[in-house]
């Protein structure tokens, strides 16, 4: 639990360093990663199965980022998040969306180009 405890500190650290990048996004890193917070067992860990609250902070995300400028914030911020995590298991990682019921045109991964991503 404590190593769960350190590895939120440095994605936390991570995703405020990060935030102030692009200013044109309304979304900050923190915002981001407080709604896939929960995801990080799942995605990270190998929990079995799922949280209702992970596709609930997906979900929400989704519908907060409308705009092309936050759309490639979030996008951004989960690539900086992804590479935070060692034990990022890929597979679940760019099946997230999917797996919650929500749509978006990039897979989630350590390498995706969000400058590409386009309203």
């Known amino acids: 639990m404590a190593g769960l405890m350190k590895l939120a500190?440095?994605?936390?650290?991570?995703?405020?360093?990060a935030g102030p990048i692009t200013s044109n996004a309304a979304l900050s890193c923190g915002t981001v990663s407080g709604y896939v917070a929960p995801c990080i067992g799942y995605l990270a860990q190998g929990a079995p199965a799922l949280p209702r609250a992970c596709c609930s902070g997906v979900t929400s995300l989704n519908n907060l980022a409308r705009t092309t400028p936050d759309r490639q914030q979030a996008c951004r911020c989960l690539v900086g998040a992804a590479n935070a995590f060692p034990t990022l298991n890929a597979a679940r990682a760019a099946g997230l969306p999917k797996a919650c019921g929500v749509n978006i045109p990039y897979k989630i991964s350590k390498t995706t180009n969000c400058n590409r991503y386009i309203c």
Request: aromatic letters at 0%; glycine letters at 0%.
């Open 9 to 17: 500190c440095l994605v936390l650290a991570c995703m405020i360093v």
